[in-house]
């Protein structure tokens, strides 16, 4: 339970590129709290002129310390009313605010969703990929050890995996994802969505990293890139995916059939035997 005398903290959606995205809500909101709290004030203040929004800005982003924190917090249990935005989208997804989120949720402030943009939601909706279940792993690391890694569960996951990318490692991540995932696994990238330059392509890994290279316009921009889960079905019946025949082709250069199938199995789910027959039966590979 809430106490009443204590302002309420509103997660406010801002939008992710197209201004007519706001929504009034945010607008009314943003317009009649006390104070909004903003990843970077200047870049808000930005938005918030365009819209005729007054209200006093204070900092809160990743690198807030404990301080600002109790401040935000003081200034909602003495009644304050506080929305927090991010520089784009919906704040806490990728963004600054979980900490605060979660103090104020302890010490019984009242916190509600001015819900709107949010670039994994756009994409997904819009990626023609199943978005019945999936799962978000934010960024992408920036090393390519530790990208493979983040990589390699795909090989075995059913569910459309989405990330978030910068355009300067969008070429090097796919280049990874094909490394790991064999390159015919499908992929959408969704450039600039609600910009001018939205582009949505899919296809395999090899076509777009190819796509994307031939025209380096299309590596600019912000991307969520979503991969297509793997066929459990196709799995079960012991069929053998593109992605472990791409791994198999691999370990065999390296190690016996045997060896290839027992290791391939654990990292795909693919049993062995599987694994074993396909190998004898592609005599090329082994
Ligand atoms: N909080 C935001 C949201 O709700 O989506 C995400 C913020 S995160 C710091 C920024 C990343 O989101 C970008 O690097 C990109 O991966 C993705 N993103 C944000 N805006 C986008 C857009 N217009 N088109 C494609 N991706 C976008």
Redesign the pocket.
Known sequence: MSDINYGVLYVVATP??NLGDISQRALDTLKMVDVIAAEDTRHSAKLLQHFGVSTRLIAYHEYSNEQRLEKIVSLLLSGESVALI?D????L???PGYDLVNVARERGILVQSVPG????VA?LSISGLPCNQFVFEGFLPAKSSSRCQAFTPLLDESRTVVF???PHRIVDSLKDLSAVLGGQREIVL??????TYETVLSGSVEALLQQIQDDTNQQRG???LLVKGVDKIALEKGVVSSEAKALMAILLEYTPVKTASAIAAKVTGIKKRDLYQWALANPKNS
Not at 88 to 91: I, K, L, S
Not at 117 to 120: F, G, K, P, T, Y
């Open positions: 992710i590129g991010s784009a989208g919906t704040p997804i990728s963004d943009s949010c670039a994994l994409a978030y990318e910068s969704a450039r600039e969505l609600t910009k912000e991307f969520v």
